[in-house]
Nanobody
């Protein structure tokens, strides 16, 4: 299976920025979609952003449009989530995931990282 490892989380003040990284290893398929999800304590995991298999399109949750950007570096086999203008409501554990096709539904994703904590203070 594909192994995904997230990094880049931390504590930041509201209005600040963080860049999350997700590095993949063990992948056997040549085309896949990537996504970022987040889960706050006591809440359901929610979609944040997705990147199409060929990086031809990006998709974002309405709550993060204009603030977050998903992109990849194929040479490093890494997908990033650039988060700007962070709000306290963005506090959550952030997960990256891989899917055999572009998707915003978490059930479509077959491989998940362990998550990285993002905490936004007021």
């Amino acid at each position: 299976q594909v192994q995904l490892v997230e990094s880049g989380g931390g504590l930041v003040e509201a209005g600040g920025s963080l860049r999350l990284s997700c590095t993949a290893s063990g992948r056997t398929r040549g085309s896949y979609g990537m996504g970022w999800f987040r889960q706050a304590p006591g809440k359901e995991r929610e979609f944040v952003a997705a990147l199409s298999r060929g990086s031809s399109g990006t998709y974002y949750a309405e709550s993060v449009k204009g603030r977050f950007t998903i992109f990849r570096d194929n040479a490093k086999n890494t997908v990033y989530l650039q988060m700007n203008g962070l709000k306290t409501e963005d506090t959550a554990v952030y997960f990256c995931a891989a899917a055999p096709y572009t998707a915003i539904d978490s059930t479509a994703y077959t491989d998940w990282g362990q998550g990285t904590q993002v905490t936004v203070s007021s």
